[in-house]
């Protein structure tokens, strides 16, 4: 069974410091990967997504993630953390078959401080 | 971009009635849409899986009967809650899966926040 973990409920980073928001996932075959940001009362955001190639992928409003295949984790990172950052995370994973369901991390509360 | 719309973003009804949400992709044909209820400060928990022009897949513990979907066209899905009770009040979010060339993506819509009075 396919599995996501977002082991932090709350990050808390000082505007201008870099943030990580952690994830680690668990799968059959090669994982599909995404970071997706919700503001309050709204949908989800689409951030970035790796499916194959460079582990280290880039995506929206500055944003990146590393893929680990070793640690089986996808960290979301951002070099110079805004205050405009704070909102709530959301790790997905999808199995590397087309009949796998997308699964959703717990997500995690960015709080970043002025 | 692969864009999606949901709507209404928010409704409130009476216990016992019956709400209607639709989910529609605007610029691109989902064969597949999914159906999302998201509790506060809590996760997306996927309900369902809608395909078109079949019937809906629904994860364990979701009642079909309740949660009635419908996915009669390549860019139209519709979740209806019925006979609603105040438990069922929630945010409902859909998402659709699009492919464009090796683009391989969830769009989801804005979402809908639920009230049953």
């Known amino acids: 069974a396919q599995s996501v973990a977002q082991p932090e409920d709350q990050v808390n980073v000082a505007e201008g410091n870099p943030l990580t928001v952690k994830c680690t996932y668990s799968?059959?075959?090669?994982?599909?990967l995404f970071w997706y940001v919700q503001y309050p009362n709204r949908g989800l955001q689409f951030l970035l997504k790796?499916?194959?190639?460079?582990?280290l992928v880039k995506g929206s409003y500055g944003f990146e993630a590393e893929f680990n295949k070793s640690q089986t984790s996808f960290h979301l990172k951002k070099p110079s953390a805004l205050v405009s950052d704070s909102a709530l995370y959301f790790c997905?994973?999808?199995?590397?078959?087309?009949?796998?369901?997308?699964?959703f991390g717990s997500g995690t509360r960015l709080s970043i401080r002025p | 971009g692969a864009v999606v719309s949901q709507h209404p973003s928010w409704v409130i009804c009476k216990s016992g009635t019956s709400v209607k949400i639709e989910c529609r992709s605007l610029?691109?044909?989902?064969?597949?849409m999914f159906w999302y209820r998201q509790f506060p400060k809590q996760s997306l928990m996927l309900m369902a899986t809608?395909?078109?022009?079949?019937?809906?897949?629904?994860e364990q513990g979701v009642e079909k009967d309740k949660f009635l979907i419908n996915h009669a066209s390549l860019t139209l899905s519709t979740l209806t809650v019925t006979s609603a009770h105040p438990e069922d009040s929630s945010f409902y979010i859909c998402?659709?899966?699009?492919?464009?060339?090796?683009?391989?993506?969830?769009?989801f819509g804005s979402g809908t926040r639920l009230t049953v009075v």
């Open positions: 610029d691109f044909q989902a064969t597949t």
């Open positions: 997905a994973v999808r199995g590397g078959s087309s009949a796998s369901k997308i699964i």
């Open positions: 799968v059959s075959g090669n994982p599909y």
């Open positions: 998402s659709a899966r699009s492919y464009r060339g090796p683009y391989y993506g969830y769009t």
């Open positions: 790796y499916i194959t190639g460079d582990n």
């Open positions: 809608s395909n078109e022009g079949s019937k809906a897949t629904y």
